[in-house]
Protein backbone atom coordinates (compact mmCIF):
# COMPACT_ATOMS: atom_id res chain seq x y z
CA UNK A 1 0.00 0.00 0.00
CA UNK A 2 1.33 3.29 -0.72
CA UNK A 3 1.37 5.74 2.60
CA UNK A 4 3.04 8.57 3.53
CA UNK A 5 3.21 9.54 7.31
CA UNK A 6 3.90 12.53 9.15
CA UNK A 7 5.05 13.03 12.62
CA UNK A 8 6.57 15.44 14.87
CA UNK A 9 3.97 18.10 14.79
CA UNK A 10 2.96 19.96 17.86
CA UNK A 11 2.56 23.35 20.02
CA UNK A 12 5.57 25.32 19.87
CA UNK A 13 6.07 29.18 20.62
CA UNK A 14 6.64 31.65 18.32
CA UNK A 15 10.90 31.98 17.51
CA UNK A 16 10.84 28.36 17.81
CA UNK A 17 12.22 25.33 16.25
CA UNK A 18 10.38 22.35 15.02
CA UNK A 19 11.25 19.30 12.80
CA UNK A 20 8.39 17.02 10.42
CA UNK A 21 9.16 13.95 9.39
CA UNK A 22 7.52 11.85 6.74
CA UNK A 23 7.87 8.67 6.06
CA UNK A 24 7.34 6.89 3.05
CA UNK A 25 6.16 3.28 1.84
CA UNK A 26 4.74 1.19 -0.73
CA UNK A 27 6.13 3.32 -3.55
CA UNK A 28 10.02 3.51 -4.82
CA UNK A 29 10.54 7.15 -3.40
CA UNK A 30 13.96 7.54 -4.31
CA UNK A 31 12.15 8.30 -7.55
CA UNK A 32 9.38 10.72 -6.57
CA UNK A 33 10.06 14.80 -5.92
CA UNK A 34 8.74 15.49 -2.75
CA UNK A 35 6.48 18.76 -1.33
CA UNK A 36 5.13 19.88 1.39
CA UNK A 37 1.61 21.91 1.33
CA UNK A 38 -0.41 23.26 4.71
CA UNK A 39 -3.66 24.41 5.05
CA UNK A 40 -4.18 26.79 8.35
CA UNK A 41 -7.40 25.94 10.39
CA UNK A 42 -10.40 26.67 8.36
CA UNK A 43 -8.02 28.27 5.23
CA UNK A 44 -7.26 26.55 1.91
CA UNK A 45 -3.98 24.65 0.80
CA UNK A 46 -0.81 26.51 0.38
CA UNK A 47 2.35 25.40 -1.15
CA UNK A 48 5.50 25.80 0.93
CA UNK A 49 8.56 23.29 -0.62
CA UNK A 50 10.12 20.82 -2.88
CA UNK A 51 13.00 18.53 -3.12
CA UNK A 52 14.13 16.87 -6.42
CA UNK A 53 13.94 13.28 -5.97
CA UNK A 54 17.89 12.91 -5.68
CA UNK A 55 18.16 15.75 -3.28
CA UNK A 56 20.22 18.04 -5.43
CA UNK A 57 17.50 21.19 -5.81
CA UNK A 58 15.12 22.70 -3.40
CA UNK A 59 12.23 25.36 -3.62
CA UNK A 60 10.77 27.28 -1.10
CA UNK A 61 7.74 29.64 -1.08
CA UNK A 62 8.47 33.21 -0.26
CA UNK A 63 6.61 33.11 2.51
CA UNK A 64 8.73 30.29 4.38
CA UNK A 65 12.25 30.98 2.66
CA UNK A 66 14.74 31.12 4.84
CA UNK A 67 13.03 29.80 7.70
CA UNK A 68 12.23 26.18 6.51
CA UNK A 69 14.39 23.90 4.91
CA UNK A 70 13.12 20.91 3.43
CA UNK A 71 15.80 17.60 3.08
CA UNK A 72 15.72 13.90 2.51
CA UNK A 73 17.03 10.44 3.35
CA UNK A 74 16.38 8.09 0.22
CA UNK A 75 18.33 5.12 2.26
CA UNK A 76 15.60 5.18 4.55
CA UNK A 77 12.65 6.73 2.76
CA UNK A 78 12.05 9.69 4.93
CA UNK A 79 11.25 13.45 3.95
CA UNK A 80 12.13 16.41 6.60
CA UNK A 81 10.94 19.82 7.21
CA UNK A 82 13.47 21.59 9.51
CA UNK A 83 10.68 24.73 10.94
CA UNK A 84 12.67 27.77 12.39
CA UNK A 85 11.98 31.20 13.65
CA UNK A 86 8.56 30.28 13.63
CA UNK A 87 5.72 32.52 13.49
CA UNK A 88 1.90 32.22 14.26
CA UNK A 89 0.86 32.50 10.79
CA UNK A 90 3.12 28.46 10.58
CA UNK A 91 0.05 26.96 12.16
CA UNK A 92 -1.25 24.64 9.81
CA UNK A 93 -1.56 20.77 8.99
CA UNK A 94 1.44 20.41 7.28
CA UNK A 95 0.92 17.63 4.31
CA UNK A 96 3.55 16.08 2.59
CA UNK A 97 2.89 14.65 -1.29
CA UNK A 98 4.73 12.83 -3.79
CA UNK A 99 4.70 13.36 -7.42
CA UNK A 100 6.39 10.64 -9.68
CA UNK A 101 9.03 12.71 -11.76
CA UNK A 102 9.33 17.20 -12.10
CA UNK A 103 6.25 18.92 -12.85
CA UNK A 104 3.18 16.67 -11.82
CA UNK A 105 0.19 16.25 -9.93
CA UNK A 106 0.09 15.54 -6.33
CA UNK A 107 -0.63 11.66 -6.52
CA UNK A 108 0.19 10.63 -2.97
CA UNK A 109 -0.91 12.52 0.50
CA UNK A 110 -0.48 11.97 3.83
CA UNK A 111 -2.71 12.88 6.65
CA UNK A 112 -1.42 15.66 7.88
CA UNK A 113 0.32 16.55 11.35
CA UNK A 114 -0.86 19.89 12.98
CA UNK A 115 1.31 22.60 14.02
CA UNK A 116 0.41 25.35 15.99
CA UNK A 117 2.49 28.31 16.70
CA UNK A 118 1.81 30.21 19.81
CA UNK A 119 2.89 31.65 23.30
CA UNK B 1 4.30 33.61 -9.58
CA UNK B 2 1.00 32.09 -11.45
CA UNK B 3 -1.86 32.92 -9.56
CA UNK B 4 -5.11 30.93 -9.85
CA UNK B 5 -8.38 31.44 -9.56
CA UNK B 6 -11.45 29.73 -8.79
CA UNK B 7 -15.65 30.76 -9.33
CA UNK B 8 -17.41 30.71 -7.76
CA UNK B 9 -16.24 30.28 -3.91
CA UNK B 10 -19.26 27.86 -2.79
CA UNK B 11 -22.39 26.40 -4.94
CA UNK B 12 -25.09 24.02 -3.92
CA UNK B 13 -26.97 22.06 -6.17
CA UNK B 14 -29.36 19.36 -6.24
CA UNK B 15 -28.82 15.71 -5.88
CA UNK B 16 -28.89 14.29 -9.45
CA UNK B 17 -28.09 17.70 -11.01
CA UNK B 18 -24.77 18.91 -12.37
CA UNK B 19 -22.10 20.98 -10.59
CA UNK B 20 -19.79 23.18 -12.50
CA UNK B 21 -16.72 24.62 -11.13
CA UNK B 22 -14.48 27.16 -13.21
CA UNK B 23 -10.55 27.79 -12.79
CA UNK B 24 -8.31 30.65 -14.22
CA UNK B 25 -4.89 30.67 -14.48
CA UNK B 26 -3.06 33.95 -14.64
CA UNK B 27 -0.79 33.26 -17.41
CA UNK B 28 -1.20 30.12 -19.60
CA UNK B 29 -0.32 26.29 -18.30
CA UNK B 30 -0.45 25.00 -21.77
CA UNK B 31 3.16 23.44 -22.32
CA UNK B 32 3.41 23.73 -26.27
CA UNK B 33 6.16 21.11 -26.70
CA UNK B 34 4.06 18.22 -25.53
CA UNK B 35 0.70 20.34 -25.98
CA UNK B 36 -0.34 19.44 -22.27
CA UNK B 37 -2.22 21.21 -19.13
CA UNK B 38 -0.53 21.28 -15.91
CA UNK B 39 -3.39 21.02 -14.09
CA UNK B 40 -5.04 19.03 -11.47
CA UNK B 41 -8.07 19.15 -9.86
CA UNK B 42 -8.59 17.72 -6.00
CA UNK B 43 -11.14 16.91 -4.03
CA UNK B 44 -11.11 17.80 0.13
CA UNK B 45 -13.33 16.21 2.67
CA UNK B 46 -13.33 17.81 6.36
CA UNK B 47 -10.56 15.85 8.40
CA UNK B 48 -8.71 14.60 5.48
CA UNK B 49 -6.15 14.96 3.13
CA UNK B 50 -7.03 16.29 -0.09
CA UNK B 51 -8.01 13.71 -2.92
CA UNK B 52 -6.56 13.71 -6.83
CA UNK B 53 -9.49 13.72 -9.23
CA UNK B 54 -7.75 14.97 -12.32
CA UNK B 55 -4.38 15.79 -14.04
CA UNK B 56 -3.77 16.98 -17.29
CA UNK B 57 -6.33 19.04 -16.93
CA UNK B 58 -8.95 15.72 -18.13
CA UNK B 59 -7.09 12.92 -17.59
CA UNK B 60 -9.28 11.01 -14.59
CA UNK B 61 -7.47 9.15 -12.45
CA UNK B 62 -8.13 5.44 -11.37
CA UNK B 63 -11.10 5.00 -9.61
CA UNK B 64 -12.65 8.43 -9.76
CA UNK B 65 -16.17 8.10 -10.61
CA UNK B 66 -16.51 9.05 -14.15
CA UNK B 67 -19.29 11.83 -13.39
CA UNK B 68 -15.89 13.57 -12.73
CA UNK B 69 -14.56 15.77 -16.09
CA UNK B 70 -12.22 17.93 -16.22
CA UNK B 71 -11.70 20.58 -19.79
CA UNK B 72 -10.06 23.66 -21.02
CA UNK B 73 -6.92 24.72 -22.05
CA UNK B 74 -4.56 27.56 -21.85
CA UNK B 75 -5.79 29.14 -18.84
CA UNK B 76 -9.41 28.48 -18.56
CA UNK B 77 -10.74 25.25 -16.98
CA UNK B 78 -13.28 23.77 -15.53
CA UNK B 79 -14.11 21.19 -13.15
CA UNK B 80 -17.87 19.08 -14.19
CA UNK B 81 -19.75 16.90 -11.96
CA UNK B 82 -22.39 15.46 -14.23
CA UNK B 83 -24.90 14.01 -11.40
CA UNK B 84 -24.25 15.33 -8.18
CA UNK B 85 -23.88 12.98 -5.34
CA UNK B 86 -24.34 12.73 -1.46
CA UNK B 87 -20.82 12.18 -1.38
CA UNK B 88 -19.19 14.77 -3.44
CA UNK B 89 -20.22 17.61 -0.82
CA UNK B 90 -16.73 18.25 -0.66
CA UNK B 91 -13.90 21.51 -1.15
CA UNK B 92 -12.91 21.59 -4.57
CA UNK B 93 -9.26 22.74 -5.37
CA UNK B 94 -7.55 23.36 -8.80
CA UNK B 95 -3.24 23.24 -9.11
CA UNK B 96 -1.19 24.51 -11.50
CA UNK B 97 2.17 22.61 -11.55
CA UNK B 98 3.29 24.66 -14.83
CA UNK B 99 6.17 26.87 -12.62
CA UNK B 100 6.30 24.88 -8.91
CA UNK B 101 2.80 24.75 -7.66
CA UNK B 102 0.06 26.85 -6.74
CA UNK B 103 -3.42 26.04 -5.58
CA UNK B 104 -6.84 28.06 -6.63
CA UNK B 105 -8.64 28.86 -3.23
CA UNK B 106 -11.23 26.22 -3.55
CA UNK B 107 -14.78 25.86 -3.81
CA UNK B 108 -17.44 24.26 -1.32
CA UNK B 109 -20.06 22.31 -2.68
CA UNK B 110 -22.99 21.82 -0.88
CA UNK B 111 -26.37 19.71 -1.69
CA UNK B 112 -29.43 22.06 -2.02
Known amino acids: EVQLVESGGGLVQPGGSLRLSCAASGFTFSTYWMHWVRQAPGKGLVWVSRIKSDGSSTTYSDSVKGRFTISRDNANNTLYLQMDSLRDEDTAVYYCAGVPGGNNAFYVWGQGTMVTVSS | DIVMTQSPDSLAVSLGERATINCKSS????????????LAWYQQKPGQPPKLLISWASTRESGVPDRFSGSGSGTDFTLTISSLQAEDVAVYYC????????FGPGTKVNIK
Open chain 2, 95 to 102: QQYYSTVT
Open chain 2, 27 to 38: QSILYRSNNKNY
